[in-house]
């Protein structure tokens, strides 16, 4: 069982930055993807980016440009820097790693709020 433990979500002004965090721990089978993916309220849940084990990103169109996923593999955490943040990137922000075995884990969840 994978274990994520999200951090850095809060409040930010619109043209701000903040950083999110996710730690995985408890995978005996190696990690191949993490990832943030972002639900606004009365909204369904959608990718932000993610990045395979090679360091491959993906990024929605929406944050292209503005929003940069890093990984740690060592450490298996992955970090989310969010500038020129927008009301619209208002959200509850989710961690999710998929292992080898492609079974995919969520954290609990961290809530950015973006004020205009």
């Known amino acids: 069982q994978v274990q994520l433990v999200e951090s850095g979500g809060g409040l930010a002004q619109a043209g701000g930055s903040l950083t999110l965090s996710c730690a995985a721990s408890?995978?005996?089978?190696?990690?191949?993807?993490m990832g943030w993916y972002r639900q606004a309220p009365g909204k369904q849940r959608e990718v932000v980016a993610d990045?395979?084990?090679?360091?491959?990103?993906n990024y929605a169109d929406f944050v292209k440009g503005r929003f940069t996923i890093s990984r740690d593999n060592g450490e298996n955490t992955v970090n989310l820097q969010m500038n020129s943040l927008k009301p619209e990137d208002t959200a509850v922000y989710y961690c999710?790693?998929?292992?080898?075995?492609?079974?995919?884990?969520w954290g609990q969840g961290t809530r950015v709020t973006v004020s205009s």
């Open positions: 408890g995978s005996r089978f190696g990690i191949k993807r």
């Open positions: 990045i395979n084990n090679s360091g491959r990103t």
């Open positions: 999710a790693v998929t292992s080898l075995y492609d079974n995919t884990y």
